[in-house]
Structure formats: structure tokens, C-alpha cells
């Protein structure tokens, strides 16, 4: 197995990366852009179907664990279409006909590496103290007067939106991967609570609310409605707002950021089948 997870940073994703494209020859690897710090936000593509779907994990620094899932079921589906072997009872090979799948495992590498060092500021945001799921432009004004209400109003660990939204190269490689990528669906990989968020306003399709039902019957999770702060500027929002197609957040694993390594595979099984079939949808 590649991707037994040993370290959590941005250099263990790269290598993971790299060591997957060696072995699956199939599969194909390439920046979506870079950070605020220089680093690659990789996206990885298997399949060449014209039905699109992107998944995309670690918003957050706070939340790398999902990182790995992402790269776990990378190479789990890798295998299974490689060797023709059936995933969770899936024909993965027969699933994906017609079908690609982009994953983004990590779209906040700065900040995953400035949690890694500085555990006691608990670091959600990117290396500009934006909180990317603050950014997007989805209801960006009405988040920003909610982050005044509670004090929040300049660069910090979580929860700025920013000054403007899509101000940071995160966010705006994500929209240009989107401009160009024509995905039916996305899902946003985040931790915890054991949740699937499937609404943002109007143009919500119908269909979301019984796709959120199915992948939580794969799983366990709860179908979710936001409150509070998670109800503007995040990926999904914007998706949904921009695109009136069904986008989703996954809240993965139960407990509190960051959840330890030691909860990896016990948060992957329980997923597992409800990812892979996000992607089948
Ligand atoms: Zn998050």
C-alpha cells in the first residue's frame, strides 16, 4: 500500500503523488496552481469520460487527515481498475465507463504545514490568515458582516473571509479548475462531525437532497442543513450558486480537529464506499 499513513505533510502528498502515477501508469497527476507559499495544489485524473466529478479535500490545516483519504481511495480505485478487481462490491472498471475523476487532495497545503508547527493556534486558514472556505464568492458579504459580529476582521487562524472574495490563488485555481472541468457534481472533503451538507439557496437541484440520502446510506452519516457561519462562501456553496449543479460537504470522522492518525482507518472504511460512489453518481 502507498498511502499508509505515516507522515501528514506536504512533502509525504508529493511523494504519495508521485509513487501513484509511477505505479498506475493510467493515472494522471498535474498542479491545478500553486499556494500562496509556492506550493503545487495537485489534482489527480482517472478516467477521460466526459462526465465529470471532482473531489477535492484539506480546506483546512486543521483537517489533513482528509488529505489522505482522498489519496487512499485514489489508490484504491487505481488498484481495483488495474488488477479488475471489484471495491466494496463495485465493478470499478464498469462504474467509471463514461466517467473521470478529478481529487484535489490538498487544497490548502500552506496551511496544513503551519498547523503542523504550530499546534496551539489551532490553523484553519492559508498562509495569508484566509480561511478558504470563507473566500468563495457565495453569499461573501453577508458571511463578512457575520464575521464582524463575532470580532473577526483581519488576517487569523479561521474564519476571515478575506478582503475580497476569490482574493487567494487557493480559491482561484479551484474556479479555474471548475471553469474548465465541467464537473456534474463536486464534493468538499472536511472534518468532523460525520455529515454530508447538501444546500445553498435557490438554485439547489432537486436531485441533491436523494444523492446526500445515498451516500449516507453508504455510510452512516447524517444529511445535514447548515447554520450559522457554514452557511456562506464555501466551495460547495459557490458551485452550486455558479454551476445550479449538486455540490456537497463531507464532514469526515467524529471528534476534534485534528483528528489523530490514529483514527485514519477507522474514518476510511466507514467512508470508503460512500466516496467511491460520489464519484459514480
Ligand atoms: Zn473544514
Excluded at 490538498?106 to 496551539?120: F, H, S, T
Excluded at 445535514?224 to 455558479?242: M, N, R, V
Aim: a neutral charge; charged letters at 20%.
Amino acid at each position: 500500500m502507498i498511502t499508509t499513513v505515516r507522515q501528514l505533510d506536504y512533502g509525504t502528498v508529493c511523494g504519495t503523488v508521485k509513487a501513484l502515477t509511477a505505479r498506475y501508469r493510467f493515472l494522471c497527476a498535474a498542479p491545478i496552481g500553486q499556494s500562496v507559499q509556492g506550493r503545487n495544489l495537485w489534482g489527480l485524473t482517472l478516467g477521460s469520460g466526459k462526465e465529470r466529478v471532482l473531489i477535492a479535500a484539506a480546506f483546512h490545516g486543521q483537517e489533513w487527515l482528509t488529505a489522505w483519504v482522498c489519496l487512499r481511495l485514489c489508490e484504491d480505485m487505481c488498484r481495483s481498475l488495474h488488477d479488475h478487481t471489484p471495491l466494496c462490491g463495485w465493478n470499478v472498471r464498469r462504474a467509471m465507463s463514461g466517467r473521470s475523476l478529478v481529487l484535489v487532495p490538498m487544497v490548502n497545503p500552506d496551511g496544513v504545514e503551519i498547523g503542523l508547527r504550530d499546534a496551539e493556534h489551532r490553523w484553519q486558514a492559508n498562509a495569508n490568515g484566509v480561511d478558504l472556505n470563507h473566500n468563495f464568492n457565495a453569499g461573501w458579504q453577508e458571511l463578512q458582516q457575520a464575521e464582524r459580529k463575532k470580532g473577526i476582521v483581519g488576517p487569523c487562524a479561521r474564519q476571515w473571509g478575506g478582503a475580497s472574495p476569490e482574493s487567494e490563488p487557493e480559491t482561484q485555481a479551484l474556479v479555474a479548475l471548475c471553469e474548465r472541468g465541467d464537473f456534474r457534481h463536486v464534493v468538499a472533503l472536511h472534518s468532523q462531525g460525520e455529515e454530508i451538507y447538501w444546500q445553498y439557496g435557490e438554485h439547489t437541484p432537486r436531485e441533491s437532497e436523494l444523492m446526500a440520502m445515498t451516500m449516507a446510506a453508504a455510510s452512516g452519516y447524517v444529511v445535514s442543513s447548515p447554520t450559522g457561519l457554514a452557511s456562506h462562501g464555501g466551495f460547495k456553496d459557490w458551485f452550486i450558486k455558479q454551476y445550479h449543479r449538486p455540490g456537497f460537504t463531507m464532514e469526515l470522522g467524529k471528534g476534534v480537529n485534528p483528528l489523530p492518525l490514529s483514527d485514519f482507518e477507522k474514518i476510511y472504511e466507514k467512508a470508503q464506499e460512500m466516496l467511491l460512489i460520489s464519484a459514480f453518481l
